[in-house]
């Protein structure tokens, strides 16, 4: 079998510090990367919050020169005030599949996005930061409901398992949570936990864990960037996700 490397380049937190010089180092990192690659971040990526917000957010000319290909919906990119959110929406689709309008009788908010990148298949799911738990008086005062995170991520490995190689869970919860999360995981998909991967974020700390499910935490406020290489053996239609090489590098 032959061996294969794909790159993830990871962000969280950056809350709007972008810079030209941040930017074209970022660029010019992903331009240097001989494997395919993607651009992924974990949630607070604006300025804006959840109550409060900015008529412009140049952020979004950011991500649009930077071609990220998945942004975990934060708890700064969450707004209560519908045209706030909605617009932000448009501008880019942040995903996050535990949080559904109930105004809205389908679920306008991307749960998850399933890519096949040359040769491998991805199911990438966003995680927001409950802002109250299901069936809360605020649940009705709002009509947003955030529902359980287990049974959210639950929903969506068990749509995209048959056509995924490696599943990329952005999460916005912590990292508290997310060590939760992955006991979760490594219990219920105990079959196909070696192709789950979560990127998180939210308390703005470098973080790593791989006692289950790996998790990582990237540097807040883009000082730095996480590179992490996948390694595949790979066969016809075959990819085994064998090891995984973790760097950072220096934005400042």
């Known amino acids: 079998m032959e061996t294969k490397v794909f790159t993830i380049f990871h962000t969280?937190?950056?809350?709007?510090?972008?810079?030209?010089?941040?930017?074209k180092k970022l660029q010019d990192l992903l331009k240097n990367c001989d494997t395919p690659k993607i651009?992924?971040?974990?949630?607070?990526i604006l300025k804006g919050g959840n109550i409060l917000f900015y008529p412009v957010e140049n952020t979004f000319k950011y991500i649009e020169l930077?071609?990220?290909?998945?942004?975990?919906?934060?708890?700064?990119?969450?707004?209560?005030?519908?045209?706030?959110?909605?617009n932000r929406l448009k501008k880019f689709p942040f995903i996050a599949c535990n949080l559904i309008d109930k105004k809205l009788k389908n679920q306008i908010i991307q749960p998850s996005v399933h890519i096949v990148i040359e040769w491998l298949r991805i199911t990438i799911i966003g995680i927001t930061k409950p802002q109250y738990k299901p069936d809360h008086f605020w649940e009705?005062?709002?009509?947003?409901?955030?529902?359980?995170?287990?049974?959210?991520?639950?929903?969506?490995?068990?749509k995209y398992y048959?056509?995924?190689?490696?599943?990329?869970?952005?999460s916005h919860l912590g990292i508290d949570d997310d060590m939760l999360?992955?006991?979760y995981i490594f219990k219920e998909f105990s079959n196909i936990r070696n192709k789950i991967i979560i990127l998180g974020g939210h308390d703005h700390k470098e973080f790593f864990d791989d006692q289950k499910i790996p998790i990582i935490h990237s540097h807040p406020f883009l000082q730095k960037i996480t590179t992490l290489e996948l390694f595949f053996k790979v066969n016809k239609n075959i990819k085994i996700f064998e090891t995984m090489e973790i760097s950072k590098v220096e934005l400042n």
């Open 12 to 23: 969280t937190d950056i809350h709007g510090n972008f810079s030209q010089s941040k930017v």
């Open 39 to 44: 651009l992924v971040d974990s949630g607070d």
């Open 66 to 86: 930077l071609n990220y290909t998945a942004i975990c919906l934060g708890n700064r990119e969450f707004n209560y005030i519908r045209p706030v959110f909605y």
């Open 140 to 158: 009705k005062v709002t009509n947003f409901r955030f529902e359980y995170v287990n049974n959210s991520v639950k929903k969506e490995i068990e």
């Open 162 to 170: 048959k056509v995924t190689d490696v599943f990329i869970i952005l």
């Open 181 to 183: 999360l992955a006991d």
